[in-house]
């Protein structure tokens, strides 16, 4: 017989992106301060973990330290209890050293990309011989990825990866659904590629666009973990811009409840997570001076 899941469930909220403008959702926040009020908001409604891109003053894509630096600081000077998960992700012509510049301030999280693919009509390039040297530096610096899986092959790769050695459990997986060129949002994909996980492991699904909110409420149905945020959607429903990320974490708190599930906290999520326990605000930012 199917069991309901009891266990809380980990919010992620994606609060930025690299690819959501202003024209898109006027309620993005783009400059460090912007995020620093957005993240705490966040937080404040039910989310755990901040996945965090940052970007320039005019709004264009950005791995530059100082940039994520700033950011960090203005999330943590509000929300200090907040995880901070880093995109490692880069365009086709970002160098992968340049990707992983965020990885030198020490953040708790980071996304690693394991597989590369068409995404409409862009390469998304993760060559293999990049994956092993971000890894490496990941794992070096001391912080602990989620793969991000796009595909079902994505999946098995992440094993053989950890069989080499390159990845070390415990592996955190993020479905990705929904971004064409990908796995469709279908809850039979979903299934297929939660069945290919050992018991136990931890994974969180995020459905791209208008499939925001059919993939989370998969996802807490089937005992995962959600990540909502204007990153991957700019809309709250069909026609309707979201008037903040909070807004989109609220939803889930009030669904997560509805089916059963309390929402982690930040320290319950680090433990679920296997991260280490937190220490004091001010030990969090290694400053990179
Ligand atoms: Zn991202």
Aim: proline content about 6%; aromatic content about 6%; glycine content about 8%.
């Amino acid at each position: 017989m199917f069991e309901l899941p009891s266990e809380p469930v980990i919010i992620t909220c994606a609060i930025t992106g690299n690819k959501t403008t202003r024209q898109m959702n006027p309620n993005l926040p783009l400059t460090p301060k912007e995020q620093g009020i957005a993240a705490a908001e966040a937080v404040e409604a039910g989310a755990s973990v901040i996945h965090l891109h940052v970007r320039e003053d005019d709004g264009s894509e950005s791995h530059r330290l100082e940039r994520f630096e700033e950011s960090i600081y203005e999330i943590k000077s509000r929300v200090p209890e907040a995880i901070i998960e880093v995109s490692t992700r880069g365009a086709v012509e970002d160098d992968i050293d340049y990707r992983g510049n965020c990885l030198d301030l020490r953040p708790e999280m980071c996304s690693l990309n394991i597989g590369t693919l068409n995404i409409g009509d862009e390469v998304f390039l993760n060559h293999p011989l990049d994956v092993r040297k971000l890894a490496a530096r990941i794992y070096e610096m001391g912080v602990e990825p989620e793969l991000d899986m796009f595909d079902v092959g994505h999946v098995e790769s992440a094993f053989t990866l950890l069989k080499q050695g390159v990845l070390r459990a415990p592996l955190r997986f993020l479905f990705v659904l929904g971004i064409p060129g990908g796995v469709s949002a279908d809850l039979r994909n979903l299934m297929h590629m939660i069945s290919l996980l050992p018991p136990g492991t931890h994974w969180t699904a995020l459905g791209i666009g208008r499939f925001q909110l059919t993939v989370a409420v998969h996802a807490l149905m089937l005992g995962g973990n959600v990540r909502v945020g204007l990153e991957d959607t700019a809309y709250y429903r069909k026609g309707e811009v979201a008037k903040s990320n909070a807004q989109l974490v609220e939803r889930i708190v009030y669904l997560s409840r509805e089916l059963g599930r309390e929402v982690a906290t930040p320290d319950q999520a680090r433990k679920m997570l296997g991260l280490k326990p937190r220490v004091p605000a001010a030990n969090q930012l290694v400053s990179i001076a």
